[in-house]
């Protein structure tokens, strides 16, 4: 039973948005044994007419390779305030909007937790995975091939965006394992 739970979170995890930790960033890569993650703001960056389907909420995974279970998290992202965190994003293109994410206090706690103990194990950032998994809305029908979806974070103190996903196409982004089929926003 382990094993069948072992390979499921395994294809699971392959199919999730993964955040290149070992890509370069804007002041060097991501990483996730000693980057402050619980700190990430979220940034989706989506075309008018499309929207966070808040209801069903946004997934935050932080998955070590070989780790325990307080080191498998799954945390639902809370809207972030946009005037505190407005100065460290780029102004979105013409047509696009941001809806801001952040994770609550305790999944911060757990995070950084998580961190701690894959430190002391000597865990490498190469076996850490970041993901999320979005549930989007639309205002009506849309061209699911035409429309495109990025996913953005950044930390305090950081220049430049990390891509978790980028101009990814709405049909792509609902094959996900996780996702949900495209709403109507309310």
């Known amino acids: 039973m382990r094993f069948v739970f072992a390979a499921l979170l395994t294809l699971l995890l392959a ?25 990430l703001l979220i940034a989706f960056d989506l075309p008018r007419g499309l929207g966070p389907n808040n209801a069903a909420g946004q997934l935050f995974t932080f998955d070590v390779a070989n780790g325990g279970p307080s080191e498998h998290l799954r945390a639902t992202l809370l809207p972030a305030d946009f005037d505190e965190v407005a100065n460290r994003l780029p102004a979105p293109a013409e047509g696009r909007q941001y809806y801001l994410y952040q994770l609550s206090e305790q999944s911060k706690a757990q995070i950084r937790a998580a961190q701690a103990t894959a430190a002391a194990r000597g865990i490498t950032a190469a076996s850490i995975q970041l993901g999320i998994v979005p549930h989007l809305c639309s205002a009506g029908p ?20 990390l891509p978790f996903m980028d101009r990814e196409t709405l049909a792509a982004v609902l094959q996900q394992p996780g996702s949900t089929q495209l709403a109507i926003c309310s």
């Open 15 to 39: 199919a999730c948005s993964t955040l290149g930790v070992n890509g370069p960033g804007a002041n060097g890569a991501l990483d996730p044994v000693h980057d402050d993650v619980a700190s």
């Open 142 to 161: 849309v061209d699911k091939n035409a429309l495109t979806v990025s996913i953005f974070a950044t930390l305090p103190g950081r220049t430049g965006l």
